[in-house]
């Protein structure tokens, strides 16, 4: 399980379920891609899309942008909740909610049908509402501890930047006002870098945090190379003497 970010399913037709007549269906997403640079790619080509489709609007659009629909939501593919941030439109909190419900399924679906057959008719819930409700639902307490506490703890150990970046990045979740600014992010990250890499590191300044994550991967990229080349110009070993 990875609470907090919420598991959604990508391919779900129509508006959403309780909150508006169904549409004429969206084709379910292709698979998401599996390499870093086929990810970036995909990225890349939805953000062109998005833009595209956005100017095509009109300038007038351009003054006064509406706010994005069920579909725009969609065509994002969101298999997770933070998907609203590639929407090129605006995006209400209280859409955010209903968005985001229409993704849930099992159990997750049946405690949200409960909760929201709770509230009074005309309550409309907000996207922090929907996050907290959820989180205090189905994310113990203990756990996010734990979690908070393994995010303190975590140094780079025998990873390398990039698997050790991806545990940050995961943990992060959890940490709360630990990392609510970028320059938290930052000093957290570096903090639990290898002590070559933070001693390199240190004479170079990172204006944010995906840029310290380029720029240790970079330097050890230098460090193996170095050490490569290094072991490759060793002089052999004294044959055995037969």
Not at 29 to 46: C, D
Not at 208 to 231: G, P, T
Request: glycine share 6%; charged share 20%; hydrophobic share 35%.
């Amino acid at each position: 399980m990875q609470p907090l970010m919420f598991q959604m399913v990508g391919s779900t037709r129509g508006t959403p379920s309780g909150f508006g007549a169904r549409g004429s269906g969206t084709p379910p997403p292709p698979p998401p891609p599996s390499g870093i640079a086929e990810v970036l790619a995909a990225q890349t080509e939805l953000l062109q899309q998005l833009v595209q489709a956005q100017q095509q609007r009109g300038e007038h659009n351009a003054h006064h942008p509406q706010e994005a629909s069920y579909q725009d939501f969609l065509s994002t593919q969101p298999p997770l909740f933070n998907k609203f941030s590639l929407l090129t439109v605006p995006c209400s909190e209280a859409s955010k909610a209903r968005f985001a419900a229409q993704q849930l399924r099992g159990p997750a679906r049946m405690w949200w049908d409960h909760y929201h057959g709770m509230l009074p008719a005309d309550h409309v819930v907000s996207w922090n509402e929907f996050k907290d409700a959820f989180r205090a639902h189905h994310i113990p307490t203990d756990l996010l501890d734990r979690k908070l506490n393994e995010f303190l703890a975590l140094t780079q150990a025998k990873r390398t930047v990039l698997q050790y970046a991806q545990t940050f990045n995961h943990l992060c979740q959890y940490a709360g006002y630990h990392k609510d600014t970028d320059a938290k992010k930052r000093d957290c990250f570096r903090r639990g870098l290898s002590t070559n890499l933070q001693e390199r590191l240190n004479l170079v300044r990172a204006d944010s945090y995906n840029e310290l994550v380029n720029l240790a991967i970079n330097q050890e990229d230098l460090i193996l190379a170095h050490r490569a080349d290094k072991k490759r110009k060793a002089p052999a070993g004294p044959s055995s003497a037969c």
